[in-house]
């Protein structure tokens, strides 16, 4: 079965440093998202991405996130100066359609930040 | 904002059904979904309704949508140890993000 692959599995890095979180989404999938789940809390929506560009983002990805295809098969989200509050596992997904009934999630990079 | 809710808990006995449920708010609705996450893993689309339906039958998968009362439920049959798990209720509207409830933590005693 196909899958979104996501690496690292964990990232521990220190507040104020930038991490990329990496992706690779399913090859003939067109569409990408993150979501985050802070321990304890729900799965949030971040971010979607479709065509080279940001879909729509939610108030969570602030001017910190950005998020990239830099070569055609991967996907990164780059947060720019780490919080605290930034420690979560975030989820990739990838879709061919712009629905989530195809859509597959990675297995998640939990990131700490100390 | 749009917002969906779970139970926190759910405890079964090995052979018996299990019922995990969620209430939603949003009226754009085009399909909700049920995911399922192990320790450790991501999240797996078990199965998803069209807004449109009331029930759908996925092999030992049941759900069930009360549209009118914005209420989802997921029915396993012959529960196993294997179906412990997190169960998210994710409702997906008019763009196409998917609002996560908080999971329900399905127990399975043997």
């Known amino acids: 079965e196909p899958e979104v692959t996501q690496t690292p599995s964990h990232q521990v890095t220190q507040m104020g440093q930038e991490v990329i979180l990496r992706c690779v989404p399913i090859s003939n999938h067109l569409y990408f998202y993150w979501y985050r789940q802070i321990l304890g809390q729900k799965v949030e929506f971040l971010v979607s991405?479709?065509?080279?560009?940001?879909?729509?983002k939610s108030e969570i990805f602030d001017d910190q996130f950005s998020v990239e295809r830099p070569d055609g098969s991967n996907f990164t989200l780059k947060i720019r100066s780490t919080k605290l509050e930034d420690s979560a596992m975030y989820f990739c997904?990838?879709?061919?359609?712009?629905?989530?009934?195809?859509?597959?999630f990675g297995q998640g990079t939990r990131l700490t930040v100390v | 904002g749009e917002d969906v809710e779970q139970s926190l808990f759910l405890s079964v006995r090995e052979g018996d059904s299990s019922v995990i449920n969620c209430t939603y708010t949003?009226?754009?609705?085009?399909?909700l979904y049920w995911y399922k996450q192990e320790p450790g893993a991501g999240l797996q689309l078990l199965t998803y309704i069209f807004s449109n339906m009331d029930m759908k039958q996925d092999q030992r998968l049941t759900v069930l949508l009360n549209k009118k009362d914005k209420h989802l439920s997921l029915r396993i049959a012959d529960t196993q140890t294997g179906d412990s798990a997190i169960y998210f209720c994710?409702?997906?509207?008019?763009?196409?993000?998917?609002?996560f409830g908080t999971g329900t933590l399905l127990a399975v005693q043997p």
């Open positions: 994710a409702d997906e509207g008019a763009t196409n993000k998917l609002i």
């Open positions: 949003d009226s754009s609705s085009t399909y």
């Open positions: 991405f479709y065509n080279n560009e940001i879909s729509e």
């Open positions: 997904a990838s879709s061919p359609a712009n629905t989530n009934t195809e859509a597959f």
